[in-house]
Structure formats: structure tokens, C-alpha cells
């Protein structure tokens, strides 16, 4: 029987859309309309009940911006699933990004209705750009968040480090470990991404390598003869009577060989108990420290009720809630995505008259006009204007340029590690009452007089072309 082979997914740039978009442009085509468009990228909401949203996966959006393409066997793919005209596939195979994008750095505080990316450029390049856009940015800022907020809940009182645990259930395990550590984990797992990211990895042992020895002693020995700085699994059968075992076989490892019984973790059970009472027996036996790390279906607001009921604890192991960006169904809080949006909000048509675009829906409405985003020196406020309109006075711009005619700025891509100390500062600065798990309060976000008397005047207009 011949073996089964499964072939890994190639990516193809220029089919980085959804079916959607190259239909759109193609009827934009034969209309002859591709005059300047600006869109925005924004989120009309912070995930998980929270304030903020701290934005990544910068880097990876303006890298397919700058990719994005159709080779000769994409055009060929795109001939056989729709009956495009030769020309329309002709303009395709030339066409790449002119335009220009500005954006929040990435480990920038953003919120609801800011723009995250502002792009103009023609308006199917703009277009075509949108999926890939919303791909790099959704997922990286949604785990991004979560990690902030997991380290604020296991930082309350004093610090304590958090590791990514998440590769085995992460959605995306590369953009997991990358965005958790923008958002302030300490280390992850996943070696494949500590290498590609330069980040620490750290681990311990499975269950598994415990059931295979004779007793839960022997495994304790086996794994403190062979690292010189060693962790211990407690809860494979019983943790309060594993701690025990694990002194013994500690104390006599430090003696013979010298080697240091550095942590010991606990992955179910009564976490808040067992962790006081491990705790209380290292300390008895002259192992002060040793550090007690925990993990389990952990999420912010788990982490939150241990460290506020005195657990013992000084480390968090995170998976499956920080890979998937889960919400929480007890708190009917939805997660698992962030759902920023793609917007048109100003045209510039082939004679070159200028206007605004506008979606009316409720609450879903969009903002006209190309926009800037300034915020207060002391975070008291930010303000979304137009474009034009004067910078306010002592106030801080936030949208910076980053691509032009198509290509990178020197220094829009700055080192992860810069990423990750702007992310921290920002965070630090952020006010506490923005910053807690399930804000009281939205932040301000003040729209400029100019910018609500367009988008009154264009909805008018709107409302009169419908």
C-alpha cells in the first residue's frame, strides 16, 4: 500500500484575497474607475471587555504590501475560475503597490475607531491589499492584547513572569510567540520560533516522561542527574506528596552532583492550596529559591483570582487561552478574533474631484476623510481629526508614514526587541483605570468638529444618492 503524502500549502501573494476582491477590481476595471483611494484599517471595538488594543503584526503587513503580485500561474488560475478579459489579467501582471501607508508603530496603545493603517494608493491596488492587510493585523494584535493582559493580572502586587505555552493549540504559532512577547511574556516554548525570533525558550517535562519510570522517585532522580539547573513536574499522581519526594531527591542531587532544583510546576488540582503548601515545604527544607510555576487552561482572569486569593506562585504558564485569543463564556466576553475592518474613506476620480466615502449602518457607520490621530501628553484624551486640519498643540502624532510609492521607509521596521520595549513603555503609561481587565469606561476618543460635519455632509449626500 503506497504511503499517503500530504503536499505543504504554497503561498501564492497575489491570491492572498478573498474571491471578492479580484472580482471588484475587474468590474472596476471596465468601469474605468481607479482613481486615489484611502482606506482605513481600524477595530470599532477592544477585545475581551477591555480598553485598549495593542497593535502588531505591522512588520508582516507592510512585507506583503510590498510582496503582493500575480505571477503567470496565479493569472492562469484566475482565467480558469472566472471569465476575466485577457487585458484585465494583462494590467494584473504589472500591477504592484504604488501607494503609500501610514501607521501606529507596532507595540503602539490604539483605540476603538483609530485608525490603525491608513492606505491610499489606485484603487484596485488599495483593494486587492485589504484580506492580506486584515490577516497580518487581526491575529497579531488580538494576541498581542491577550498577552498584556495576561502579564498585568500575574504582575498584581509583584512581578511574576509569564511564558507562552501555546504552540500545540496556537492558531498561528509563529505570530503567537512573536505578538505575546510584544505584549510582555517573558519566554515561549515553541523552538522553532525562539529561533526565527531570537526569544528565550523555556520548557519543562511532560506527565508522560514520569509515568514511564517504576516510580514518580525515579523519574525525580532521573531528570536531576541529568541537568546541571532542572524543574519537576508535581501532578502526575499526588503534588503534595510529589513535593516531598522532590526535596529529597533535590537536597541529595545538590549534594552529590551539585545540580539545583530551580522550579517545580503544577498543572491541575487546587492550584491556590497546593501551591501554598509546596511552598510552605520548600521553605522549610532550606529551599527558599526554588520557584513555583503553574499552568492549566489558565486565562487573564484565572491568573487574576489566584494572585488575588495569596497564591504561592511565581511564574504562569499560558497555552491555549493566549494562542487562540479565547474570550470568556463565564463572563460572556467573545474572543478569537478582533475584527478590524477595512474601509474606504476618501476618492479621488479620474478628473481629480475629491470626496468622501461613507458607509451608513448604525453602528457600523464609517468616518470620511484622509485622518491623523493625536493624543494628549498625559493620555488624557485622543483625538481623530481630518488630515488638514492644524496639529494640536502639545499633542503627540500617532500615524506615521511607513510605505511610499510602494516601498518600506528606512526604519518602519524596527528590531522585535524595540518593538517590545516601545510596547512595555506604552503599556506603563497607559492609566491604570484603562488598563484593568473589564474598564469601567472607554478611553476618550474626541472626533474633531471638522471631521463630524463631514461625515454629517456625507451621509446627507448619501442618503440623497440612495
Keep these: 500500500m503506497r504511503a499517503m503524502s500530504r503536499r505543504t500549502p504554497q503561498l501564492h501573494p497575489g491570491l492572498m484575497v478573498d474571491l471578492y476582491h479580484p472580482d471588484s477590481a475587474y468590474t472596476a476595471w471596465r468601469a474605468r474607475r481607479n482613481g486615489l483611494t484611502t482606506f482605513d484599517l481600524y477595530t470599532r471595538t477592544a477585545p475581551f471587555g477591555g480598553a485598549y488594543v495593542l497593535i502588531a503584526g505591522v512588520e508582516a503587513a507592510l512585507e506583503f504590501a510590498q510582496a503582493f503580485r500575480y505571477t503567470p500561474e496565479e493569472l492562469r488560475y484566475l482565467a480558469q475560475i472566472r471569465d476575466y478579459a485577457p487585458a484585465f489579467l494583462d494590467e494584473l501582471a504589472e500591477l504592484r503597490f504604488t501607494g503609500e501607508i501610514l501607521a501606529f508603530p507596532e507595540g503602539s496603545i490604539v483605540f476603538p475607531n483609530e485608525p490603525l493603517l491608513r492606505v491610499t494608493a489606485p484603487f484596485r491596488e488599495a483593494l486587492l491589499l485589504e484580506a492580506g492587510l486584515l490577516q497580518a493585523i487581526n491575529l497579531a494584535t488580538l494576541i498581542a492584547t491577550k498577552a498584556a493582559r495576561i502579564v498585568w493580572a500575574a504582575e498584581q502586587g509583584r512581578p511574576r513572569r509569564v511564558a507562552e505555552f501555546a504552540f500545540r493549540r496556537a492558531q498561528a504559532p509563529f505570530t503567537v510567540a512573536r505578538s ?38 525515579a523519574a525525580f532522580e532521573a531528570v536531576a542527574s541529568t541537568y546541571n539547573r532542572y524543574t519537576l513536574l508535581l501532578d502526575t499522581y499526588d503534588p503534595r506528596r510529589a513535593i516531598h519526594t522532590a526535596i529529597e531527591v533535590a537536597l541529595r542531587a545538590q549534594e552529590t552532583l551539585g545540580h539545583t532544583l530551580v522550579a517545580v510546576r503544577l498543572d491541575s488540582g487546587d492550584l491556590l492550596g497546593d501551591s501554598r ?47 487562540a485569543g479565547l474570550g470568556s463564556a463565564e463572563r460572556g466576553l467573545a474572543g478569537g478574533a478582533l475584527g478590524a475592518a477595512y474601509k474606504a474613506v ?34 488624557e484624551e485622543d483625538v481623530i481629526q481630518l488630515a488638514q486640519e492644524a496639529h494640536p498643540e502639545g499633542y503627540q502624532r500617532l500615524l506615521r508614514p511607513v510605505m511610499r510609492h510602494g516601498q518600506i521607509l528606512p526604519g ?41 460635519a463631514l461625515r454629517a455632509r456625507a451621509s446627507h449626500l448619501a442618503g440623497i444618492g440612495s
Excluded at 181 to 195: E, W
Excluded at 429 to 448: G, H, I, M
Aim: hydrophobic share 40%.
Design 180 to 217: 505575546s512577547y510584544i505584549g510582555g511574556c517573558a519566554s515561549t516554548s515553541f523552538l522553532n520560533a525562539a529561533l526565527e525570533f531570537r526569544l528565550p525558550a523555556t520548557g519543562t517535562i511532560p506527565h508522560a516522561l514520569i509515568e514511564i519510570f517504576p516510580s514518580e522517585a
Design 277 to 323: 503548601y509546596v511552598r510552605e515545604q520548600l521553605d522549610m527544607a532550606g529551599l527558599q529559591a526554588v520557584r513555583i510555576l503553574v499552568s492549566g487552561d489558565l486565562d487573564e482572569w484565572k491568573i487574576l483570582e489566584l494572585v488575588q486569593g495569596g497564591a504561592a506562585i511565581d511564574a504562569f504558564g499560558v497555552g491555549t487561552a493566549l494562542g
Design 346 to 379: 476618501w476618492y479621488v476620480d479620474e478628473a481629480g474631484v475629491e470626496y468622501p466615502t461613507i458607509k451608513t449602518a448604525g453602528a457600523k457607520s464609517t468616518w470620511p476623510g484622509k485622518k491623523e490621530v493625536y493624543r494628549h501628553p498625559h493620555w
Design 412 to 452: 518602519s521596521l524596527p528590531p522585535l526587541s524595540e518593538i517590545r520595549e516601545l510596547a512595555q513603555y506604552n503599556l506603563q503609561k497607559l492609566p491604570a483605570p484603562y488598563r484593568t481587565l473589564e474598564a469601567a469606561q472607554p478611553y476618550p476618543v474626541r472626533f474633531s468638529e471638522e471631521l463630524q
